[in-house]
């Protein structure tokens, strides 16, 4: 059996304001059911897209995640 974990990410938290997570987990939520799908873990992070230096929860989750493991993002 796999480990299955989620990602969420909104662009900047300046647009925290017009973007939310909400839809996001909304979304994750109803995949996770649909596929009797437990997350281990879910991780979340409000940076920019541009790169991934930046992103601590990317990185917290790629140290973790080990091959078969599943990610799901939205």
């Known amino acids: 059996m796999c480990n299955v974990y989620s990602y969420?990410?909104?662009?900047?938290?300046e647009e925290r304001d017009l973007q939310k997570f909400t839809r996001q987990e909304s979304a994750l939520q109803r995949y996770a059911k649909e596929n009797d799908i437990e997350y281990l873990l879910e991780f979340r992070e409000d940076k920019s897209g541009k790169n991934f230096t930046e992103r601590k929860q990317w990185q917290k989750l790629e140290s973790i995640v080990q091959p078969g493991d599943l990610i799901v993002f939205n």
């Not at 969420?8 to 938290?13: A, K, L």
Request: hydrophobic share 35%.
């Open 8 to 13: 969420m990410r909104i662009s900047t938290s």
